[in-house]
Nanobody, 118 residues
Framework: QVQLVESGGGLVHLGGSLRLSCTAS????????MYWVRQAPGKGLEWVSA???????YYVDSVKGRFTTSRDNAKNTLTLQMNELKSEDTAVYYC????????????WGQGTQVTVSS
């Protein structure tokens, strides 16, 4: 069965860095677009980054230049390197598998909490 398992969240000071990982299993990872999506307290879901099957990356404007997403198809791993963290980055971060044909997310990880403190 398809599984997505995030890790690497935690508490970090303003301006600090964290690296999130998402380990995928149960499907051919290299064939899928993958996203990082977050949900801040009291807010809706917001896509943060995406990576296509060729390694092309896409970011929401608010994280451009600070976050970097990458994939290791040999290890079935998606990563999100987050630098210069701001308080507004506090959220639960999810990795999600994207179905391009129908334009939706069909599988999600359990989420990992990122808290940026001042």
């Amino acid at each position: 069965q398809v599984q997505l398992v995030e890790s690497g969240g935690g508490l970090v000071h303003l301006g600090g860095s964290l690296r999130l990982s998402c380990t995928a299993s149960g499907f051919t990872f290299s064939n899928k677009w993958m996203y990082w999506v977050r949900q801040a307290p009291g807010k809706g879901l917001e896509w943060v980054s995406a990576i296509d099957i060729d390694g092309g990356t896409y970011y929401v404007d608010s994280v451009k230049g600070r976050f970097t997403t990458s994939r290791d198809n040999a290890k079935n791993t998606l990563t999100l390197q987050m630098n210069e963290l701001k308080s507004e980055d506090t959220a639960v971060y999810y990795c999600a598998r994207f179905v391009r044909t129908y334009y939706f997310f069909d599988y999600w990880g359990q989420g990992t909490q990122v808290t940026v403190s001042s």
